[in-house]
């Protein structure tokens, strides 16, 4: 673990410092992306209720570098059923309330510029903790991923992004805190996130804002 968290440092560092040297111009934006949903029946007084939130803030380094970090919290919860949420092989799930937060430092570097529009490549850290209401489970990931972004600049101020999730390739490692002997105490993916089935899934593709000051 401490080997892949100095490999993590390192990568960034180096990431980091290639930017200032590329164009030391730079750019103070804060932004994120934020969501909820409600699903529910008519004939039963059941539903699960999930909300996301996502702040980020960083600095743009001349025209192609961006250099920030998110805070992720998804918090879940259900009335009647379990909410659920898949880390590898392993299901996580509790019968009342459900909390993903964890912290994602990035740099993005633009590959293509096409008047307001662009196309970047993101390379970020992740550190994730799970938890459960009724503290029967829980697990920690950390990892490295790339993702691809397209941006849009209707202002010299605001930026619109997209990450293409189901284009993303990373590796993650994952340590489950459970006293249950059937569920492995770790486990590691690593491979591409590409399924044409799911191309339209919400997960696949996300939306958000930045202010640029």
């Known amino acids: 673990m401490k080997r892949i968290h100095f490999i993590i440092v390192i990568a960034f560092s180096a990431m980091f410092l290639s930017a200032f040297r590329a164009n030391a111009q730079t750019r103070f934006y804060l932004g994120g992306d934020a969501g909820i949903n409600l699903v529910g029946t008519f ?12 702040p980020e803030l960083g600095f743009q380094i001349g025209k192609r570098w961006m ?4 805070l992720t919290f998804n918090a879940m919860t259900s009335s009647k059923d379990e909410v659920s949420v898949t880390v590898g092989n392993t299901t996580i799930s509790s019968d009342e309330a459900l909390l993903v937060a964890g912290i994602n430092p990035y740099v993005r570097y633009k590959c ?5 529009c662009g196309f970047w490549l993101e390379g970020s850290a992740e550190f994730n903790k799970m938890l459960t209401s009724d503290d029967d489970i829980g697990a920690t990931a950390v990892g490295l991923s790339v993702v691809p972004m397209l941006t849009y600049e209707p202002t010299k101020h605001i930026v619109l992004y997209s990450s293409l999730n189901l284009l993303s390739f990373g590796c993650t ?4 805190d459970t006293s249950d002997p059937t569920v492995p ?12 089935s799911n191309i339209v899934k919400l997960g696949d593709i996300s939306v958000g804002l930045l202010y640029k000051f």
Request: proline share 0%.
């Open 43 to 54: 004939d039963e007084d059941n539903h699960v209720a999930s909300l996301m939130l996502s």
């Open 67 to 70: 250099v920030g970090s998110k």
């Open 112 to 116: 293509l510029n096409v008047r307001r």
């Open 173 to 176: 490692y994952t340590i489950v």
């Open 185 to 196: 105490n770790e486990f590691y993916n690593v491979g591409f996130n590409i399924n044409a």
